[in-house]
């Protein structure tokens, strides 16, 4: 999303404005120009040459510095950025755009933009809660301009409470949508990630290696288009993504109720996850004792919930995905016909870059009109940019019926 596009950092007077140095680096390594514009106050907190050393770029400070002018120009700055970030945004910040006041050169590069802009506030508790400053939160979310939430925690003047600058992976992640086509917008997405675990006793599971990269990737991309995204998501070490209902489950009779319920109000079903087929046909309260045995495992059959969703589909655009390490152009197909499915991704999981816990796949897509397409090896972002890519085209072709529910 961010490869060659233009991005303003304004960063403000607050402490977070050493984190703004980290959100930098992501950007640029995401292949984004970055130009920095800072007020006077941030620089007490950091110095333009750390942003200018980190952004390749000159840092702009100066609404009248006449060489900055002929080079850039603050409007030139405004009318050429893709996105405009404000990352601390402090309520003096925040209140001087409410009232329209564009006395230095990043509010004027936010008053002159006609980029998408998002303000991530970052203060004290009270100064946040002040009805004044969500007043002016308010009204400049009515102009359309983008927020984040502050996050509880520790503040830098001792107190706790909300008015933390969210992590800098959190902004690179919620500014991305801004940044794409809209052409999910209005639509809702299911995704499912991880694995399930099926409980033996208290400390022991049934499981796979699913790490939910895949479907975490998914997820990001469907939100990227403009979809409202609903993520089911098995046991994994992933923190949940930015403006995507998250709903954790652990075992697949736990994604079965998730799924089913969920599944009402979407347009589109990608099945990402790794459900255990099988479970322990009983979960003993207490530790098993090594004494105790068991020596062999009594099983029962999971539900299978992309099944049970393409018997009863109607208008819902199903997506599987088919993990094989053998016959996998038989397999996939017969996956797709026998789940009724309009698509299914299969990945070969015995090749090392491609499948489990990797940050790579290798895939394949088999459409219901019978085409497959061969991908090559990509990282999992570009293989679920590549999936949505292939969803918005395979919904023009389905005929209409299934907008926002
Ligand atoms: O999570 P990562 O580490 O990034 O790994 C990604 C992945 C390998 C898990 C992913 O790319 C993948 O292949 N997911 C599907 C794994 C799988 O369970 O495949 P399957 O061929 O066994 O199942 C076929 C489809 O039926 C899948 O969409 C699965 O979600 C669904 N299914 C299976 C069993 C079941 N009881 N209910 C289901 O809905």
């Known amino acids: 999303m961010y490869a060659e596009k233009q991005v303003v950092l304004g960063v403000s007077g607050g402490i977070a404005a050493y984190k703004a140095a980290a959100l930098l680096r992501l950007l640029v390594r995401a292949g984004a120009d970055v130009h920095v514009v800072m007020t006077q106050n941030a620089q007490e907190f950091i110095t333009p040459l750390t942003f200018q050393t980190l952004s390749g770029n000159p840092v702009h400070t100066n609404l009248f510095n006449l060489i900055q002018e002929r080079e850039i120009g603050h409007i030139g700055l405004a009318d050429r950025a893709d996105l405009v970030l404000i990352a601390p945004a402090t309520a003096n910040l925040i209140g001087k755009v409410a009232s ?161 319920t969920h599944a009402k109000r979407a347009d589109v079903v990608i099945k990402a996850a790794a459900v255990a087929d099988y479970r322990p046909a009983n979960r003993a309260d207490l530790k098993t004792k090594k004494s105790q045995g068991p020596t062999s495992l009594n099983l029962v059959q999971n539900p299978d919930i992309l099944d049970e969703l393409g018997q009863n589909k109607q208008d819902l655009l199903l997506v599987g995905f088919a993990a094989e390490t053998n016959d996998i152009r038989q397999n996939a197909k017969a996956k797709l016909t ?52 292939k969803l918005v085209t395979l919904m023009g072709q389905k005929p209409e019926g299934r907008s926002g529910r």
């Not at 796949?361 to 061969?374: L, M």
């Open 338 to 389: 026998q789940k009724n499915l309009d698509l299914i991704v299969a990945n070969d999981v015995s090749l090392d870059d491609a499948g489990f816990d990797v940050e790579t796949n290798i895939v394949r897509f088999f459409s219901a009109d019978g085409t497959i397409e061969d991908l090559p090896k990509m990282s999992k972002d570009e293989v679920a940019e590549a999936l949505i890519k």
């Open 100 to 260: 329209g006041l564009a006395d230095d050169l990043l509010t004027t590069t936010i008053m002159a933009t006609k980029a998408p802009v998002l303000f991530v506030p970052a203060m004290n508790t009270n100064m946040w809660e002040n009805p004044v400053c969500q007043q002016n939160r308010a009204k400049l979310s009515d102009y359309g301009y983008h927020f984040m939430q502050p996050v509880h925690g520790e503040l830098a003047c001792g107190w706790q409470g909300q008015g933390k600058m969210p992590e800098p992976e959190d902004i690179f992640d919620c500014a991305q949508p801004l940044l794409g086509t809209q052409d999910l917008g209005g639509k809702t997405v299911l995704v499912t990630a991880g694995p399930t675990r099926e409980e033996l006793d208290p400390v022991r599971f049934l499981s796979n290696y699913s790490s939910g990269k895949m479907g975490y990737a998914v997820a990001r991309a469907a939100r990227n288009h403009g979809a409202k995204v609903i993520l089911v998501s098995g046991p994994v070490h992933l923190t949940a993504p930015q403006n995507i209902e998250t709903i954790r489950v652990q075992t697949a009779n736990e994604m079965h109720a998730a799924v089913i």
